[in-house]
């Protein structure tokens, strides 16, 4: 497989159905982590261009023709789009490896799930039914389910395309108008879909604003418009756009990623693990929120799976062909926060990948580095490294093994290894976070499964029904009819 050279998107905004320039007539440069070079540009937006998204938006729902469709028609839009986001799944693949670095064939999953998260939710637009609850003699209540309104999308860059999706999919599907600020870091596929959602869609019911996060993502979260909003990134972000929420009184979920662990008792299948456990780290260079970055294994075992876990990474190439297990890391930046990590480890290093000699010089590449036995208070096992690290630590009870799993500030996903029922039930229903894996891992694809965290994690649900109710708000409607 070989990737195709991509059609760039345009400097542009979509604001009302039109693609156009930031106002103030700024752009800032692309960088591709594949070779460190730029490549395209993305306008750099204001405040006033998120005034103009806002604006629109509320226009699309209270005057256009987006909030005069029924709950089918909007779900039939969404599913049209979906079938033209798979008929275009190659280009905007090839789009998303060059501008996030992601090997092509990563990119194109994201692409079909991309598809079909509005697939799932055209689906489901016209499912999400009201209550009548029995009241006084003399009335009948009823509880429907709305839109908010206006809803805001800050998104990252680690899956770019998939994460709009499951934002915006739900969103649209529940009739509200979006405006959406992607990452500056990896933006293009976004925008690509955004081409193909305005061929479909009314105008207005999606705006796209690039730009930075300090001034267009912050403005968008400020802004008195905004009815909800909806982020995906970093926990001190997350926390200023909780706060500015608070100011305008709106709701907001929060995906905050995670130091997710795997538990891996000394009954579990083994070669049904080592797969899985080594993809759940090594998969998108580890910047996945889910991803499974701590590994806990059972004293008797230690040996064994540690050996064939370290034989695993010592076989990872990072490198730009098309079809690499690893490819690089989004930024510089990027790099050198885990390199940092990996510099300032204090555990031993059990195995090392790669990076292929033929890799580009300037490109963000980082083998996968296994660390073990790791102290389960140091910052390399406390900290998300957002990098292919991965931290083994012994147990030697179920107890401990709970303790430790749960002993960081995050909650998002566990995976547990057992064969044991019991311990199954017991271990999963212990687990503090958001989703639990048994015998089995990855968040990614459950487009139907609930997913979201606790604490520093975040709150509030992505995907499934659960993200219908998250965009949507409730009235009773109490009829004294007599
Ligand atoms: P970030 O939180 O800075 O960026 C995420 C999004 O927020 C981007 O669109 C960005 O433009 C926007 N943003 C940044 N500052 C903002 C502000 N003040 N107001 C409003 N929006 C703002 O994340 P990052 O710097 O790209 O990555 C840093 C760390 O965040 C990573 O190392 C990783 O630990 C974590 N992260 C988690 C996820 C996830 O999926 N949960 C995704 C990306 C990053």
Redesign the pocket.
């Known amino acids: 497989m070989t990737a195709p050279t991509p059609t760039l998107p345009r400097p542009l905004n979509l604001i009302a159905g039109d693609w156009v320039p930031a106002r103030s007539g700024a752009r800032m440069a692309v960088v591709s982590p594949r070779d460190g070079q730029g490549f395209a540009e993305i306008a750099d937006s204001d405040a006033s261009d998120i005034d103009a998204a806002v604006a629109a938006a509320r226009t699309a729902l209270e005057t256009g023709d987006w909030g005069r469709l029924s709950a089918a028609e909007r779900g039939r839009l969404l599913m049209r789009y979906a079938a033209a986001i798979l008929a275009d799944a190659d280009a905007l693949a090839a789009l998303e490896t060059r501008d996030n670095g992601k090997p092509l064939a990563q990119a194109r999953a994201d692409m079909v799930l991309t598809a079909r998260y509005f697939e799932y939710y055209g689906g489901a637009a016209d499912k999400v039914h009201g209550e009548v609850i029995p009241f006084q003699p003399g009335t009948t209540v009823a509880v429907t389910r709305g839109p908010h309104g206006v809803t805001g999308h ?6 770019p395309a998939q ?1 709009y999706g499951r934002s915006v999919g739900a969103a649209l599907a529940m009739g509200n108008a979006c405006v959406l ?5 990896a933006c293009l596929s976004i925008l690509r879909l955004a081409e193909i959602a305005s061929g479909i869609l009314p105008p207005g019911a999606l705006n796209v604003v690039t ?4 001034v ?3 403005a ?2 400020e802004h008195p418009g905004v009815d909800f909003l909806s ?8 926390q ?2 909780q706060i ?1 929420a608070a100011r305008n009184f709106i709701g907001c979920t929060l ?4 130091k997710s662990p795997q538990i891996v008792f000394a009954d579990a299948d083994l070669d049904a693990a080592l797969p899985v456990l080594a993809n759940a780290i090594i998969q998108n260079g580890g ?3 889910s991803a499974g970055s701590r590994v806990l294994i059972e004293r008797p075992i230690w040996d064994d799976l540690t050996a064939r876990l370290a034989e695993r990474f010592r076989g990872v190439e990072a490198s730009d062909a098309p079809d690499a297990i690893l490819g690089p890391l ?1 930024s510089a930046r ?1 790099k050198a ?1 885990v390199e940092r990590y990996i510099a300032e480890a204090g555990a031993l290093e059990l195995a090392r990948g790669r990076v292929a000699g033929n890799a580009p010089s300037e490109g963000f590449y980082v083998p996968p580095v296994l660390f073990g036995p790791v102290d389960p208070q140091s910052p390399l096992a406390q900290e ?3 990098g292919p690290v991965l931290c083994a630590i012994p147990f030697d009870t179920e107890a401990e093994a709970i303790a430790i799993a749960n002993g960081t500030d995050y909650g998002l996903v566990a995976g547990i290894w057992t064969r044991d029922g019991a311990r199954q039930a017991r271990v999963a229903n212990a687990m503090r976070c958001g989703q639990v894996f048994i015998n089995g891992y990855g968040a990614g694809g459950g487009v139907e499964l609930p997913f979201g965290g606790i604490r520093k994690s ?1 709150h509030g649900r992505e995907k499934g029904f659960e993200a219908l109710y998250e965009f949507s708000t409730i009235k009773t409607i109490v009829n004294h009819h007599g």
Do not use: H
């Open positions: 800050i998104v990252p860059w680690n899956y994460i600020k992607p990452a500056e870091d730009g930075r996060g300090e267009a993502g912050r968008l979260s982020f995906t990134g970093s926990p001190e972000v997350g200023m756009i500015a995906e905050l990623g995670g910047q996945t929120c989004i990027q926060r998300e490294i957002f975040g």
